[in-house]
């Protein structure tokens, strides 16, 4: 499923035009990468949450030459799916 797909379903269940819906998928992926540039957690109840996990330096291999390189510190998005989502999975 793409975005594309995801706009549909949202226009189709909610009675909405394919642009309202989309308009409203991007408010909501907005917001969340809003929140995460901020450090904030993001939690959807039932869903999942959101969150920015901080990777330490270090050093890794450059595989081609096999030559060590340092990777930087950085953060990166992190998400820990909620209880009803792992349920509807199984």
């Excluded at 992926?29 to 995460?36: F, K």
Aim: no cysteine.
């Amino acid at each position: 499923m793409n975005k594309g797909d995801i706009v549909g379903k949202i226009a189709k269940d909610a009675e909405l035009t394919k642009s309202q819906a989309e308009a409203a998928f991007n408010s909501l992926i907005g917001s969340v990468t809003a929140s995460l540039k901020k450090g904030q957690k993001v939690t959807i109840v039932g869903f999942g949450t959101f969150s920015v996990a901080k990777r330490k330096a270090r050093m890794g291999r450059n595989p081609q030459t096999g030559a060590p390189i340092k990777i930087a510190a950085h953060k990166t998005p992190k998400f820990a799916s909620g209880s009803d989502l792992k349920k509807a999975v199984k």
